[in-house]
């Protein structure tokens, strides 16, 4: 039974009319498995790491990685996107319980990092590449708190290199050479 007198008038509304057509079901339980959160990052400054580069600034605020070694599909990035709205549910109901509020800064974003990403997932989903992002990252809508990173095709500079890392293939194998690279340039 629900406390609002509209979501009750709306249930029974759309359950009269749905019937004919359909199982109809109101107040249904959602019961959801334990999902692990790959990594969730909460900077203790918003200043940029310049030394992490894309990286550096993907951390500038709390988020959410989740790092794939193989294409994630569909239904894999919805799944990620489900973790990301659970950990913002559970951090509005925190916030209500100690009565204070939570700007929409504050709630964490999800970044998918993946090898590779085709342009039937990437337009399945609404991302798109943003003004002062490198070429790789895709924003999905604004709302949605999001983006898909492409390793393969973010480029070949400095800046990108500890994501390129952890790529796949050619794009892996020369970015380990170049922290190699540096490593030695270092030790020097």
């Known amino acids: 039974m629900t406390r609002q007198p509209h979501?009750?008038?709306a249930k029974e509304y759309l359950e009269e009319?749905?019937?004919?057509?359909?199982?109809v079901k109101t107040s249904k339980d959602v019961k959801s498995e334990v999902q692990e959160i790959d990594?969730?990052?909460?900077?203790?400054?918003?200043?940029?790491?310049?030394?992490?580069g894309l990286l550096g600034k993907m951390a500038v605020t709390s988020c959410l990685f989740e790092p794939y070694r193989n294409a994630p599909n569909e239904v894999e990035i919805r799944?990620?996107?489900?973790?990301?709205?659970?950990?913002q549910s559970e951090l509005l109901r925190q916030a209500k319980r100690e009565k204070r509020s939570i700007s929409e800064e504050?709630?964490?974003?999800?970044?998918?990092?993946t090898p590779t990403c085709s342009e039937i997932i990437l337009e399945g989903?609404?991302?798109?590449?943003?003004?002062g992002w490198e070429k790789g990252v895709y924003f999905l809508p604004k709302y949605q708190k999001a983006a898909i990173i492409a390793i393969n095709r973010l480029p070949i500079i400095e800046d990108t290199l500890w994501?390129?890392?952890?790529?796949?293939?050619k794009t892996q194998t020369e970015a380990i050479s170049k922290v190699v690279e540096l490593s030695r340039e270092n030790d020097k």
């Open 163 to 169: 994501l390129r890392a952890m790529g796949k293939g």
């Open 79 to 87: 799944s990620c996107l489900l973790k990301l709205y659970s950990v």
């Open 17 to 23: 009319l749905l019937a004919p057509l359909g199982e």
């Open 106 to 113: 504050e709630l964490p974003f999800l970044w998918i990092l």
């Open 39 to 52: 990594v969730w990052f909460v900077p203790t400054t918003t200043a940029i790491n310049s030394e992490l």
């Open 125 to 131: 989903f609404g991302a798109k590449a943003k003004e």
């Open 7 to 9: 979501d009750q008038l």
